[in-house]
């Protein structure tokens, strides 16, 4: 699973809180559920879909296999709104049942022994808390939004649409039969057995014949295209509206070759009959249903690409990379999802790295760096714990640390072990970890307990001294970080390591050449001494490329400094030295290293560094490289040069910021010269901010931008305007709600009125707004007002259910 981060949207990504581990870390099996039976087989069958009642019939045969002697209750898993009409075995005995909230229990005819095999077949009537395994989608005359439905399983709602066993310990096949209306395409799991048009229905059987986990079983009905493409005879299917069918090529058509790369690193050949993307509407990103994976909707026009979107960026070869990492081998429970997520972000970076050079993939990981830091920073937890807060970017982190210690032969061969060892089953972290243990030799509990199941990350503070008699340089190297975790209300608490253990290698730069140190890492505080350092250094980087994940404090001269901005091939480490410059604007040489940066660096994440960091230095010094960087050829370095000239002020940048305005081709830049302008040039901003209000964009970036400062400057002058934007867009429905957090009652007024309108969608995010992007006590005085005059029942539900959430929800 990816969720995609919308900026206007970041308020939101709070969310509910997943539930705390309390137990022992090493013992994660203690998380995985227990049941009597082998769930071996399902024949899914649903039809009748009704988008007003969000109701379908339905029908699911189950084969499993009794683990227990005598057996005489079947527990499964099912949604308390599936309304079961008829439970019967395979010879046609009805069978008796009884049902517990979410819980069905079916009574065999007769005790099973130990293997016995049981078949019985639930017919139900199905319907749906909309967003409760399956969401229905309708048009309700908003652009680009076909009637459609698609389910997400993904931890455990699968259960609400068809009775299973709602856990990833047990894999099974499936067979999954949809009869949908005859305009409609239903991509599901596996191989298309037969597609047969009767009257005003289609019928589609799609069969997952090798076993995976229940929660990636998958449906999407919709008015779909099937764009066809292939990978070594395996059917590469791209499903999309019919109005994106131009899209969609350029779009997906680097799947082939990730499926290529990543069989040929993992030696695991593609493991599944085929492999298709369906976009959908109203998703939250992309999630990895086995050989049919779910995406979001917003397929990037050909002006979005020179801003790198996102999507195939990271979403595309994200979901992929769980063919094999998550689907293939699963996680056993929830506590050790970082092996499904955590490669799945490491993945990406591995292709972009094969692709486009080593840049590209430091680049991919310093993004997974900043977002770690951000949310350590909130709570430190272990990758490997329940609900645990960064198993997707610490995930990959620590996996490119490892593949960087082990080397790739010894790393991917370790990979493949895993693999091939758990195919077609299910894995724990310390399954992993022998896996290496085999292929390698290494046991590596130390990386593991360090790095994997306890929290945080070694925090350095070095200290470097020459001494010109000795020809020596001494480093003193402490690591800082401290375990402040508190213990929860059993006593149980995460840890941080006192000491992180890793080698790291110290280069030296001299006039007589590099100099080089291998240092291993593995004390509280420790002295390097580097001998035979003939004149002194003029540079010092602790860490050559970038192998320990860590944070850094070393005081070092700005001669120093310019020098490794120069030489340093590595982005992680341009980037701090880039942080360590930033603040030193009264220095001129930090300024001329940073403007050298800014104007040659080889990559361009580098020169956008240096310009962001300029835009703190004097006009004087940071102006014309900012300037000269307006003719960049990276759209994200001419990005970055329009935010700097916005904080450096004055005519000349206003002037060129204008410029970047009218005349740049990328999305970005223009979106973040409407933020600059808005400051540079109070006078004119309102015809700018209603202007960019009007200007389309990819995900609408431009428009957020002038939103944003609508927020931003509290000018509800623009409360009508943006209210008429809801519908073709979602992003208003915040601002109205941050203007109204504000103070201003009309913004609150206009939001109540959507919660009572016609279109569905748009009530759901009138909702959505008061839920997530308003002070609590704001929001509830407003519901609780509206709530008994609401006249759609579905939405008078939610309400009451969000007030319910808000009343348990603690001060934030
Ligand atoms: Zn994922």
Redesign the pocket.
């Known amino acids: 699973?990816?969720t995609i981060h919308l900026a206007l949207l970041l308020s939101l990504a709070a969310g509910p809180a997943l539930a705390q581990a309390n137990t022992a870390l090493m013992a994660n099996d203690h998380y995985t559920r227990s049941h009597d039976y082998d769930l071996v087989h399902q024949r899914i069958v649903v039809s009748a879909f009704d988008w007003d009642s969000t109701s379908f019939l339905g029908s699911v045969t189950t084969t499993l296999v009794a683990l227990r002697p005598g057996l005489d209750s079947i527990i499964l898993d099912e949604g308390a709104l599936l309304e079961n009409t008829a439970v019967s075995d395979r010879g046609g005995a009805q069978l008796r049942t009884a049902r517990h909230g979410d819980t069905l229990v079916v009574f065999p005819a007769a005790r099973l022994s130990f293997g016995d095999t049981l078949v019985f077949t639930i017919a139900y009537r199905g319907r749906v808390r909309n967003g409760r395994g399956l969401t229905y989608i309708t048009t309700d005359g908003l652009p680009h939004r076909p009637r459609q439905i698609w389910s997400q399983g993904e931890a455990d709602d699968n259960h609400n649409w068809f009775p299973t066993f709602d856990f990833p310990s047990d894999k099974m096949t499936w067979e999954l039969v949809a009869t949908v209306p005859r305009e409609d395409m239903a991509v599901s799991n596996g191989r298309l057995v037969s597609d047969v048009t009767r009257g005003q229905t289609r019928t589609l059987t799609w069969r997952q014949e090798q076993p995976s986990a229940t929660y990636l079983v998958s449906l999407v009905v919709a008015p779909l295209v099937r764009i066809h493409d292939a990978w070594q005879g395996i059917p590469v299917d791209y499903y999309v509206y019919h109005e994106d069918s131009a899209k969609a090529w350029r779009l997906f058509h680097v799947t082939p070759d990730m499926i290529n790369t990543y069989s040929a690193l993992t030696s695991v050949r593609y493991p599944w009959a085929k492999y298709a993307q369906t976009t959908v509407a109203d998703f939250f990103g992309g999630m990895?249903n086995v050989s049919a994976t779910t995406l979001i909707d917003a397929l990037p026009d050909d002006r979005a690409y020179q801003d790198r979107p996102w999507y195939p960026w990271i979403l595309i070869p994200?979901e992929l990379a769980?063919m094999w990492f998550g689907d293939y081998v699963t996680t056993i429970n929830w506590a050790n999802m970082w092996l499904?997520?955590g490669f799945?972000e490491f993945m990406p970076g591995q292709y972009w790295g094969r692709k486009l050079g080593a840049h590209a993939a430091q680049d991919y990981y310093a993004d997974e760096y900043r977002q770690y830091m951000q949310i350590d920073r909130r709570r430190p937890m272990p990758l490997a714990s329940l609900g645990s807060n960064n198993i997707y970017p610490k995930g990959a982190l620590v996996l490119e640390m490892l593949r960087a210690y082990l080397g790739p032969e010894r790393f991917w061969a370790s990979v493949h072990r895993y693999l091939d060892d758990h195919a077609f089953g299910v894995a724990t972290t310390d399954d992993f970890r022998q896996a290496v243990l085999e292929a390698t030799g290494e046991s590596l509990d130390w990386f593991w307990n360090e790095w994997v199941y306890q929290a945080g990350y070694p925090q350095f503070d070095v200290a470097a001294a020459y001494d010109s008699t000795q020809h020596q340089l001494t480093l003193t190297v402490k690591q800082t970080q401290t375990d402040s975790l508190k213990a929860d209300s059993t006593g149980f608490k995460f840890t941080v390591p006192a000491v992180f253990r890793m080698p790291l290698e110290v280069r030296l730069g001299t006039a007589a050449g590099d100099v080089t140190q291998r240092v291993e890492i593995s004390a509280r505080e420790q002295a390097v001494v580097i001998p035979n350092v003939q004149s002194a250094p003029t540079m010092v980087v602790f860490d050559d490329g970038n192998r320990v994940l860590k944070t850094l404090h070393f005081e070092e001269p700005t001669a120093w400094l310019a020098t490794q901005l120069r030489r340093d091939a590595d982005l992680w480490n341009r980037r701090w030295v880039i942080g360590q410059l930033a603040t030193r604007t009264a220095d001129s040489a930090a300024a001329s290293a940073l403007a050298d940066a800014a104007e040659h660096a080889d990559y361009f994440l580098t020169r956008a560094d240096a310009l962001r960091a300029l835009g703190g230095f004097p006009a004087a010094a940071a102006v014309p490289a900012a300037t000269a960087a307006l003719a960049d050829t990276s759209a994200a370095v001419r990005t970055a040069a329009v935010d700097a000239l916005g904080r450096l002020g004055g005519a000349q940048a206003s002037a060129r910021v204008r410029g970047a305005w009218t005349n740049d081709s990328s999305y970005e830049v223009r979106a973040a010269a409407v933020t600059a302008l808005v400051q540079l040039d109070t006078a004119g901003a309102r015809a700018l901010i209603t202007a960019a209000l009007g200007e389309p964009s990819y995900q609408g970036s431009i428009q957020n931008s002038a939103l944003q400062a609508i927020a931003l400057r509290n000018d509800t002058t623009f409360v009508e305007a943006a209210d008429r934007l809801i519908g073709p867009s979602r992003s208003p429905v915040f601002i109205l709600a941050a203007l109204g957090a504000r103070g201003s009652a009309r913004a609150l007024d206009l939001l109540v009125a959507h919660l009572n309108e016609e279109r569905r969608t748009v009530r759901g995010w009138a909702l959505q707004a008061f839920r997530y992007a308003m002070p609590r006590p704001v929001a509830l005085e407003r519901l609780r007002a509206a709530v008994d005059g609401l006249t759609h029942a579905d939405t008078k539900q939610a309400v009451r259910d969000a007030i319910q959430a808000l009343e348990a929800q603690p001060e934030r």
Request: hydrophobic residues 25%; proline residues 0%; aromatic residues 0%.
């Open positions: 699973m990816r990895e994200h769980h499904n997520e799945a």
